[in-house]
């Protein structure tokens, strides 16, 4: 399920001009004139972005030596070109102009879906990238062809390709290529051309080299194949989803209607079936890997061992309660558990890509089976835990195996600012903070573990990069994106309103961490408040990060903005989360309630104007909102909601309410359509009629129940617009119907 922020529409920001790496100083945000004009809804979704520039896929040469990122235009923040800087001349130059490589051609449906699933639908031009072993070229895929780019500025499409390619992969030697097309894998040498090594299936549901649907949707794995380091070998899926339910996706739009048959898997019916195969580069030699008896599972991790003498590989029970890593001989593809991973009661197994098989044949990985998700390294059949406490790591950043120093993301200082740390696998209980307090950052490496590229942003700056050493110490800028001069977001930083935090204590009095934007505040006066939730698992909607210019542009339109992390969201350990098990809708409509009765008590609040807003799952808490509290709220928006959890995919949905067909309570009770008499306030409902994630039946559903019962309600549908509605103007528009909508309902602020 996509985690939709308030600010995502607009967090895509353009790179603007082309500096040179400045050297290491101290960031600063310089005041702008006292007269700062007011934002409007059509300025924060126009080019250049407001947040300025923010680089994307920030990656260092094999060599070291190159820093590549994908720059979008200030005249298209939605174009992305590729960027190279030479360290050594301290020289930026653009490696591909994704421009002058357009076909223009329309994308296939099956390159759509990957990219929705990617989250970058809305991207143009370069939207991904490779480095070659040798260091010398690039992997650029534009507009469905594949094209070598060498820093001499020679640039060749890959031979025997013909457009629509998906998941294009170099082999870690450098010496191949593959990629799927047509439903197979296709491989061969990087200087010919790639044939087909997997059979030709004459049916048209099995897929070769893929992802299925719910391992690109709900795991965050996109690829379905895998070169073994010496390129001797590959690992390759199949599956087959010929059992898994059809749902008819009606993309109507302005100019035509089309219909798509979509392989749908409704929570409590079948999975695709998933099989691995290991075989050689030509497609010789394949052979079944040993998953187990049960074919119902999903394959959630694979990966070769450093020396490819073992395929370590990741399997996860349908009830997502357990987690076997298996090590796979790959001459005998006869397969052992290497240890098993187990739940908490009440609880399920959150997939992480935070681990890394080390060559000396240990693994450093994340568990939650402390109650907190940690670091742990398993050596010689032995567990160390490395780190401890009540705050969690979110992410392992790297690994310097010759020094011995892991290095991570975590809240051990501050729950709503991750920071960046290392640790010594001699002396796990020494923990070294590399970053500023205060900051919210986001960080990866090199595979040496030797450079840090970090990401990090605060209330009043937007985000800025940098590359750093080992102990933290920054190197150079990668984009500082100092908010002053011809910065987008200068001439508004006079008016710019800081974020306020706290906490608010849960039924239980578990302390629920809020945020809240104010207008500056005359004695007084009350004013309305717009809040945001998204209510669900797996996000953290509370950060000290920088809000972004949407929220900016509510407060300048007199409301103040206000958001609280319920029971059920990120980063504050199992107990926190594991509330929703089995019941979601109900402590996080508790929680939000909490939130609104403490709006309700502050003396600069109108209590008659607070108003919801929620997106995806916080669309579905919206309506369950409305539903148990009549009159708390004074409207609320629903944006692609669901209504009907047996309507959603099984690997999300059972993830935390359990198959429908056991459960049938759950889900009733779950559901928000029983209770839609209850709704008194005014709703309104929006929906991209072509949604493919929350797909359009379950806006339908409510629309024809809230009919059929007489309940009054508005809509907004957005005729070819999937989960994601965005665009320059489609985002202004659905924006200003919404606090329209407000005003006519007496719940806005009337500007």
Known sequence: MHHFRLLAACALSAFAASPALAQQGQSMTTAAPAEAPGLTFERVFASPSLNGPAPRAVKLSPDGRYLTLLRNRADDRERYDLWGFDRQTSQWKMLVDSLSLSSGRTLSEAEKMQRERQRIGDLKGIVSYEWAADGKSVLVPVDGDLFLAGLDGSVRKVEGTVGGELTPKLGPKGSNIAYVRDRRLWAGP??????????????????????????????????????????????????????????????????????????????????AEVSLWIMGPDGSNRVEVDLGANKDIYLARVDWAPDGKALYVQRMNREQTVLDMLKVDPATVKSSVLFTEKAAPRHWIDLSDSYRFLADGSLVWWSQRDGFGHLYRLRKGRWTQLTKGDWVVTGLVGVDEKAGRVFFTGTKDDVLAPQVYALDLAMPGRITRLTEPGWVNAASMDRSGKTLMVTRSSDAQPPQSYIADSNGKRLAWIEENRVEGAHPYAPYLASHRPAQFGTIPAADGTPLHYMMITPPLEPGRRYPVFTYHYGGPTAQVVTKGFQGALAQAIVDKGYIYFAIDNRGSENRGVKFASAIHHAMGSVEVEDQRAGALWLKQQPFVDPERISTFGWSYGGYMTIKMLQADPGVYAAGIAVAPVTKWQLYDTTYTERYLGDPGKLPEVYEKANALADTRRISDPLLIIHGIADDNVVFENASAIIAKMQGEAVPFEMMLYPGYTHRISGPKVSQHLYETIFRFLDRNGAGSGK
């Open 190 to 271: 990087v200087t010919g051309s790639a044939r087909p090594i997997t059979p030709e299936e004459p049916n048209a549901d099995v897929h070769w080299g893929e992802a299925e649907f719910v391992a690109q949707e709900e795991m965050s794995r996109f690829s379905g194949f895998w070169w073994s380091p010496d390129e001797t070998r590959i690992a390759v899926e199949r599956f087959d989803e010929s059992m898994v339910g059809v749902v008819t996706r009606t993309a109507i739009g302005a100019d035509d209607t089309r219909t798509y048959q979509q392989r749908y898997p409704a929570a409590g019916t079948p999975n």
